[in-house]
């Protein structure tokens, strides 16, 4: 049985017991324990069970690579699912609870999946879900989407506050061992900005509890002696539990610190998110131990030989009175020597190599720990927990030679060195087949803009891993650091570590080589996926031959994991089966995070209200004092009308419209996205964006303009005014600010990087007003300080000045197509101009008008709208707006789009208005019906409505729509659907419903 031993423990505080929580079991533990430390400690060997078969599982690991004891961790508001217990810190009335089993953990009846196991091989889901077809509705997926999942979901909002922090620094070394610490304090005295950041709790990697020498001392005293180096350097940070997540272009990396994880409710922020910029990034992030493939190496108690090391000396666990110990290299012997030293027997060590006479080796036998040379695990004996092993031969096939009774199973097979973030960047690695492992290739680092590499590998993360080597590898990569950063390294101690002996590595991807599939069907490479060795060899037989297809057949590599402890063995099994070299096979993709990270501190204060902020127009409170009905657009909140006592939205609507026709309207438009754009090549710049020419605008005009993307498709339109000889004022969607801002920044930063173009969302700067109507004139006038005749602003120009003493911009521009002027003014003077124009319009009979009379005025002079019209498959030309498409530019964004013979059909759908023969409003949505059905035994459609209303100035229904060879069918009659069933007869008609010469607008 697992146990705490009553001395050691280098990281526990024996002063300090607390008391946790497991399955509403109590038990005892010491501060400084991890989770999973305290499970142990507690004879908790059972932890959880498997996605797919609910087998049981216990603890593997002693770190981030932990597959198997994942746990609810505590409850109500604080409930976070999936939290690995070998990186929660324990702590006084911490809760938690196992997962993925029904009705409880001992007693799971979901592990009569594991009956029926060899009927449920890898793919066997794309096989079975199959037929017939009704049942995958009413029978497979309820039964899937209940069995999905591992931890359960909070029910109630989280209690906790996570913040977000940016930060720049020439260096980021990520990892705080012995190889990140040097590397650092030679970054460091060179005079380089340092951010050390290290994802545990604690300074040192592996080097104190393996027992490294530096300088002649216990690694602990050259760790502490350099963190007091480091402490006193006022360019350098030190941070803990901070984990880097992920590294991405231009030296951006996101790291999560795990502020107050063990301090819950103490008022500090959960979690704090870093948004870096380094220059440089060094990767120190060390290596990570590699299990073996041997029949029930998923039993409880079968643990990573460095995690057991670790559990003992770091936290005084032992797991199990007995502990066979098997291994193909000589790293795991520091693990029997460290059992055999803390009192504990080891019978056994399994080696799988003909020969072991190294040093450490020899170190264990003069220890009296037996050694079998040439051996192998046959097969762990047990069920809820390790009892015993039966041993064979390597090179056999599985015969049973001597069973011997443990308790514990401690393998190794081999390290990886952690090349996520080296990969994350687009790093390529090489197969090292001395060490049997993917290190980073120096030749192809990731790269920065400027083509020098971005990231820098040192210790065992670039495969140096002894002790030793990771020193000497590190002070390698510091100088190397400080030179890409154009400093001089100067004269610092470099730590030098005593050197172990230590012989090569056996590549041992099978235990026992030849072991037959009885047996292979019962050695698990995904622990948590429970995915087998028999399953890849299946994937390969199938016919899946690229390590990527063979992950997503078999799920190998796809749990919360990532695959940190089975994607090399399970590579190296395809490799095999394919007969193919390891490299050729390759490797599956690494992707950031490193490890998960919480949703919370990625939102971070972005939650709740102002999760995303409601804007608000200067003149929203005055909406709202009205009575204005307001509607969602983008994340505004805009009046959709304005109903007085006893009016219904319809007849509000039908008012505000009539009298804009008749008097004069005002229609807050602040929302309009407004974006200035100014440099030497703007207009340029611009003629690229829009399909029409910008650069020719004269100063002082405005022009409409369309807004492709790649594809040809019609994103955005508006009015783009031309300010000054450099400088343009684009107007966009009310919606579509941002997405235009950011689109517009896409293309400087990524394409036309070179390009001296500025750009500036200046929407929530200037409040917007439209005043429209034939009295438009007067009620500006009224107003004085400003000549808004039609001789001096005549239609589709703007002048700047004042208006009753307010500094306004006037545009000669009409959505409505009558006669327009939309002002511009500061934020903060637009409420005052708002009540000025109110009050110098009252005689002219001046009304606000909301959004919906804007969309029926609109529809009524055939103007288009960006999402009724469009719908992310529609070109300019299908809307009639040749007219907005130069033939003169050589580009433009959308313009080879356009030209695909998809695009350039004449049988596409185009832009017509439709008049029904009864008066009637066509249904939203409706399709056009064309003669014969599909093949789903539906009518076929030659066309459909975008935009359909009630004209209150028409008094009749109208309509703007798509249809097949549309302009050439004027006149024509066809059917629409209804929502009833049956059908509605329209007229094709010109789109311009109202004034079709503009000589409204015009003025």
């Known amino acids: 049985?697992?146990?705490?031993?009553?001395?050691?423990?280098?990281?526990?505080?024996?002063?300090h017991a607390i008391e946790i929580s497991f399955n509403g079991k109590r038990l005892r533990g010491y501060r400084g324990d991890t989770l999973s430390a305290a499970l142990l400690a507690n004879d908790q060997m059972l932890v959880g069970r498997s996605f797919k078969y609910h087998r049981p599982r216990g603890i593997v690991a002693s770190g981030a690579e932990e597959p198997n004891a994942l746990v609810n961790l505590g409850t109500g508001a604080r409930a976070e699912p999936n939290q690995r217990t070998t990186t929660t810190e324990a702590f006084d009335g911490l809760v938690a609870a196992s997962q993925n089993h029904w009705p409880s953990l001992d007693y799971d009846i979901g592990a009569v999946n594991n009956l029926a196991a060899r009927f449920l091989p890898a793919g066997f889901y794309y096989k079975t879900f199959i037929h017939p077809r009704p049942a995958w509705k009413h029978l497979f997926e309820p039964i899937i989407r209940r069995s999905a999942g591992l931890g359960k979901a909070p029910a109630?909002?989280?209690?906790?506050?996570?913040?977000?922090?940016?930060?720049?620094?020439?260096?980021?070394?990520?990892?705080?061992?012995?190889?990140?610490?040097?590397?650092?304090?030679?970054a460091g005295a060179a005079g380089a900005r340092v951010m050390l950041l290290e994802q545990t709790a604690h300074w040192g990697g592996r080097a104190?509890?393996?027992?490294?020498?530096?300088?002649?001392?216990?690694?602990?005293?050259?760790?502490?002696?350099?963190?007091?180096a480091l402490g006193k350097m006022e360019n350098v940070t030190l941070k803990t539990r901070c984990?880097?997540?992920?590294?991405?272009?231009?030296?951006?990396?996101?790291?999560?610190?795990?502020?107050?994880?063990?301090?819950?409710?103490?008022?500090?922020?959960?979690?704090?998110?870093?948004?870096?910029?380094?220059?440089?990034?060094?990767?120190?992030?060390?290596?990570?131990?590699?299990?073996?493939?041997?029949?029930g190496n998923d039993i409880p108690g079968v643990m990573l030989a460095s995690a057991v090391r670790d559990y003992v000396g770091n936290w005084a666990v032992s797991p199990g009175d007995r502990t066979v110990v098997v291994t193909n290299n000589d790293d795991a012997y520091r693990t029997a020597i460290a059992l055999k030293e803390a009192g504990l027997e080891v019978p056994v060590i399994v080696d799988a190599r003909p020969q072991a006479n190294g040093a450490l080796p020899q170190k264990a036998r003069a220890m009296g720990i037996r050694v079998e040379a040439g051996r192998a695990i046959v097969k762990v004996k047990g069920g809820k927990r390790v009892t015993g092993v039966a041993l064979g031969l390597m090179a056999g096939e599985g015969a049973v030679l001597e069973e011997i009774a443990c308790d514990a199973v401690a393998m190794s097979g081999g390290w990886s060195p952690v090349v996520h973030l080296w990969s994350h960047c687009g790093g390529k690695l090489t197969w090292d087949r001395a060490r049997a492992m993917f290190r980073p290739d120096a030749a192809r680092p990731p790269l920065t803009?400027?083509?020098?590499?971005?990231?820098?590998?040192?210790?065992?993360?670039?495969?140096?891993?002894?002790?030793?080597?990771?020193?000497?590898?590190?002070?390698?990569?510091?100088?190397?650091?400080?030179?890409?950063?154009?400093?001089?390294?100067?004269?610092?101690?470099?730590?030098?570590?005593?050197?172990?002996?230590?012989?090569?590595i056996e590549p041992v991807w099978m235990m026992p080589q030849g072991a037959k599939a009885s047996l292979r069907m019962k050695m698990w490479l995904d622990f948590q996926n429970d995915v087998k060795v028999s399953d890849v060899q299946l994937a390969a037989r199938e016919g899946y031959q690229s390590v990527e297809h063979t992950k997503r057949y078999t799920t190998l590599g796809m749990a919360t994991d990532q695959g940190k402890l089975s994607n090399i063995n399970g590579l190296a099994i395809l490799a095999d089966a394919l007969n193919e070299d390891i490299p050729a096979v390759g490797t599956t993709t690494f992707r950031p995070p490193y490890t998960p990270v919480t949703i919370g501190a990625l939102v971070g204060e972005a939650r709740g209200e102002i999760f995303q902020p409601l804007r608000r127009t200067p003149m929203q409170g005055w909406h709202e004092a009205q009575g204005a009905y307001?509607?969602?657009?983008?994340?505004?909140?805009?009046?959709?009308?304005?109903?007085?006592?006893?009016?219904?939205?319809?007849?509000?609507?039908?008012?505000?419209?009539?009298?804009?026709?008749?008097?004069?309207?005002?229609?807050?438009?602040?929302?309009?996205?407004?974006?200035?754009?100014?440099?030497?090549?703007?207009?340029?710049?611009?003629d690229m964006l829009y399909t029409n020419v910008m650069s020719s605008l004269p100063v002082g005009k405005c022009r409409y303009g369309l807004m492709c993307n790649e594809q040809g498709f019609l994103s955005d339109d508006g009015v783009v005014v031309r300010l000054a000889e450099d400088t343009w004022l684009c107007h966009t969607t009310s919606?579509?600010?941002?997405?235009i801002h950011g689109w517009m920044e896409d293309w400087l930063q990524c394409e036309w990087w070179d390009w001296k173009v500025y750009t500036a969302n200046v929407t929530e700067q200037y409040a917007q007003i439209a005043v429209a109507g034939p009295k438009a004139r007067l009620v500006l006038e009224k107003l004085g300080g400003m000549d808004v005749s039609k001789e001096t602003m005549p239609f589709m120009t703007f002048a700047e000045g004042e208006l009753a003493g307010i500094p306004a911009r006037v545009h000669r521009i009409s959505f409505s197509g009558e006669l327009s002027y939309e002002i511009a003014a500061p934020a903060g003077h637009g409420l005052a101009l708002w009540e000025k124009l109110v009050e110098a319009g009252a005689e002219f009979g001046v009304m606000p008008y909301g959004t919906e009379a804007m969309h029926i005025m609109r529809a009524e002079k055939g103007f288009i709208m960006i999402g009724d019209e469009t719908d992310g498959t529609v070109i300019p030309q299908d809307l009639g707006l040749d007219w907005a498409i130069s033939k003169k530019k050589a580009d433009f964004l959308g313009k080879r789009g356009q030209e695909r013979t998809y695009l350039a059909s004449p049988d596409r759908w185009k832009l017509v208005g439709f008049e029904t023969l009864d008066g009637s409003v066509i249904p939203d949505g409706a399709y056009v019906l064309d003669e014969g059905t599909n093949e789903y035994g539906f009518r076929k459609a030659q066309g459909r409505v975008t935009s359909t209303y009630h004209s209150p100035t028409l008094q009749k229904g109208i309509a703007m729509g798509l249809l097949r060879h549309g302009p050439q069918r004027m006149g024509e009659v066809v059917e629409f659907n209804t929502m009833a069933g049956g059908t509605v007869a329209a007229r094709v008609v010109n789109p311009v419903f109202l004034d079709p010469n503009g000589e409204k607008q015009n003025g």
């Open 208 to 228: 104190p509890v393996d027992g490294d020498v530096i300088d002649g001392k216990p690694a602990e005293e050259w760790i502490r002696a350099t963190l007091d």
């Open 449 to 504: 803009q400027d083509g020098s590499a971005l990231v820098i590998a040192a210790g065992a993360a670039n495969g140096a891993l002894t002790g030793a080597e990771a020193l000497a590898d590190a002070a390698e990569a510091g100088v190397a650091a400080v030179k890409s950063l154009d400093l001089k390294a100067r004269t610092t101690p470099i730590g030098k570590a005593e050197a172990v002996e230590e012989a090569m």
């Open 243 to 295: 984990m880097v997540a992920g590294v991405y272009d231009h030296g951006y990396v996101l790291a999560e610190e795990r502020v107050a994880d063990h301090t819950p409710g103490d008022g500090r922020p959960r979690k704090r998110l870093w948004r870096i910029r380094a220059t440089r990034v060094l990767s120190a992030t060390g290596a990570l131990e590699r299990p073996l493939a041997f029949a």
């Open 1 to 15: 049985m697992s146990t705490r031993l009553s001395k050691g423990g280098r990281l526990i505080d024996r002063a």
């Open 630 to 686: 307001l509607e969602p657009v983008g994340l505004w909140r805009r009046p959709y009308c304005y109903p007085r006592a006893g009016e219904t939205h319809e007849q509000a609507v039908n008012r505000e419209i009539l009298n804009t026709r008749a008097n004069v309207g005002l229609l807050d438009a602040s929302t309009l996205g407004k974006i200035i754009v100014r440099g030497p090549d703007a207009g340029r710049f611009l």
């Open 735 to 739: 919606g579509g600010a941002d997405r």
């Open 156 to 186: 109630e909002p989280d209690a906790d506050r996570y913040e977000q922090v940016y930060a720049h620094c020439d260096l980021l070394v990520a990892g705080g061992g012995i190889a990140g610490l040097q590397a650092a304090l030679i």
